[in-house]
C-alpha cells in the first residue's frame, strides 16, 4: 500500500532508469554466456557487449545521482571498474608478458571497486524505497547484508583452504551459491523497484 503523499523523489525518472538497469544486468548475464565459450570470435563478441553494458549501467547510475548521492559514488565505482577491465586487456593484448602482474593488480582493483559499487547501489535504492515503499527499501537493505555475507565467506574460504583444503573448498562453495542466489536476487529486486514505481505514478 503506497503511502498517501507525494515523495520527494522524481518517480518517473526512477521508474525508467531503474527499469533500464534491468535491462542492462539481463545483456550482461547473457553476453557472459558468450564470454565462457571456447571460440574466441563468440568470447571477444561476449566481452564487448558486456563491457559496453557495464560503462552503460555506470552511465545511467550517474543519471539517477540526482535522486540520492549514492546513485554517483555506485556509478564512478562501476565505471572506473569496466574502464580497468578494458585497459587491462588492451595491455595484454600489447604487452603480453605484462599479463600476470596486471591481471593481479586488475582482479584486485576491481574487486574492491565492485563491492563499493554495490554498496553505494543497494543503499539508493533502500533510500529512495523508502519514500514509495518500506517493504521494497527493506528487501534491498537486507540484499546488502546477504551480499556481506557471501563476499566474507569467499574471504573465509581463502584463508582456510590454507590450512584445511577440503574446508576451505566447501565454505567457497557455500559462498558461491550464496553470491549467484544473491545475484538473482538483484536481478528481481531491480524488477520489482521498476514495477512499483511505475505503478505510483
Known amino acids: 500500500m503506497y503511502q498517501d503523499y507525494r515523495p520527494s523523489v522524481d518517480i518517473k525518472l526512477l521508474a525508467k532508469w531503474i527499469g533500464v538497469l534491468f535491462w542492462l544486468t539481463i545483456v550482461s548475464i547473457v553476453a557472459g554466456l558468450f564470454t565462457g565459450n571456447n571460440s574466441d570470435e563468440l568470447y571477444g563478441i561476449g566481452w564487448l557487449i558486456r563491457a559496453g553494458a557495464d560503462l552503460a ?47 593481479m593488480i586488475a582482479v584486485i582493483l576491481t574487486a574492491v571497486l565492485d563491492i563499493a559499487g554495490e554498496y553505494y547501489e543497494f543503499k539508493a535504492h533502500a533510500g529512495v524505497m523508502s519514500y514509495v515503499s518500506q517493504m521494497m527499501s527493506d528487501k534491498w537493505e537486507r540484499l546488502w547484508k546477504w551480499k556481506l555475507w557471501t563476499m566474507l565467506g569467499m574471504l573465509a574460504a581463502v584463508i582456510v583452504s590454507i590450512l584445511i583444503s577440503v574446508i576451505g573448498v566447501f565454505i567457497a562453495l557455500v559462498a558461491g551459491i550464496g553470491t549467484l542466489v544473491v545475484s538473482i536476487m538483484k536481478i528481481v529486486y531491480l524488477r520489482q523497484t521498476a514495477k512499483t514505481l511505475e505503478g505510483y505514478e
Not at 61 to 86: F, K, N, P, T
Open 57 to 103: 549501467y555506470g552511465i545511467v547510475l550517474l543519471r539517477l545521482a540526482s535522486e540520492d548521492e549514492s546513485y554517483r559514488r555506485s556509478g564512478i565505482c562501476v565505471i572506473l571498474c569496466a574502464a580497468i577491465g578494458i585497459v587491462s586487456t588492451a595491455m595484454n593484448v600489447a604487452i603480453p608478458g605484462a599479463g600476470i602482474m596486471l591481471g
